[in-house]
């Protein structure tokens, strides 16, 4: 089932919860002036503690939102990392292969994590885009493991090609993992709960103003807008390809500069190591 939440822009859910919260808070109030009776001390309490209990209850569902929404985008920035250590230590193997394979598997190994590095840059909205980065990655995987195929056969050396397979597993892993980090996020039916009580509590506060007799204090709907800004950042903190808050690239862009420089033409004759060692991490 396709969530439909997911596929809106962060600014448009802020805006209309926004929106939904003033407008609870307005029909709250007329109902509690039409309603109001004489005043009534224990039924004011009874009103105010209910607000209470629902505020308390907002801020708990918040914050354990803010902390499911934390905990993924932190799962995602460790897969990025640990992909740019896997794809810098097959990097540094690829110089065990014989013959022109070495030359070859780096050559994919620098097509692929410049389709890496544009496939964090795609926004969730661009389909098209994404698949075709998507395709091209599978391509060069199963190019990068027919030559892994073909080394092994020349070169049956355990040692050479064995440690070559080895982290070309550990990449094509690592490949599947942050693909699969990028696709966790907080379930839509979090997101729904979380928008009913911030109505239904904005309705409360709106009630409890009305039956008390006088309009909305200001600072209640500055609390709405502290509410929607937290909101806001929560949901941005869980849409991996958009939004204003990403996931840091310095490891992958780090690892594409080293790799870019160490196949620059007269790198090689300039006596360049294989990799600056802050762009990559891996093991050799």
């Not at 009103?47 to 799962?75: C, H, K, M, Y």
């Not at 896997?86 to 690829?94: E, H, S, V």
């Not at 391509?139 to 982290?167: H, I, M, Y």
């Amino acid at each position: 089932m396709k969530e439909v939440l997911y596929g809106l822009n962060s600014l448009v859910i802020a805006g209309v919860l926004l929106c939904s919260m003033v407008l609870a808070i307005v029909l709250g109030h007329r109902v509690g002036r039409r309603t109001a009776s004489a005043p009534d001390a224990p039924a004011r309490d009874h009103v105010n503690a209910i607000q209470s209990s629902l505020l308390g209850v907002l801020a708990l569902l918040l914050g354990f939102t803010f902390s499911l929404a934390l905990q993924r985008f932190d799962s995602r920035s460790e897969a990025l990392v640990d992909e740019a250590n896997a794809i810098g230590t097959a990097y540094l193997r690829a110089r065990l292969l014989q013959g022109d394979a070495d030359a070859q598997a780096r050559a994919l190994l620098q097509r692929y994590v410049d389709l890496r590095v544009r496939s964090a840059a795609i926004s969730l909205e661009h389909d098209a885009p994404r698949h075709e980065v998507l395709a091209q990655t599978n391509a060069v995987l199963d190019a990068l493991w027919g030559l892994t195929e073909r080394a092994v056969e020349a070169d049956p050396n355990p040692v050479r090609t064995g440690l070559f397979v080895q982290s070309l597993n550990d990449m094509i892993d690592a490949y599947g993992r942050r693909d699969a980090a990028l696709g966790r996020h907080v379930p839509e039916v979090i997101w729904l709960l979380l928008y009913a009580t911030f109505v239904l509590t904005s309705a409360v506060v709106g009630y409890a103003s009305g039956s008390a007799g006088h309009r909305p204090a200001f600072a209640t709907y500055i609390l709405v807008v502290l509410i929607v800004v937290l909101a806001f950042l929560v949901v941005d903190l869980d849409r991996p390809r958009r939004g204003l808050i990403r996931v840091d690239q310095a490891s992958l862009l780090n690892l594409k500069a080293g790799i870019d420089a160490d196949l620059a033409p007269g790198a090689a004759a300039a006596g360049a190591s294989p990799l600056p060692r802050p762009a990559v991490t891996g093991r050799p």
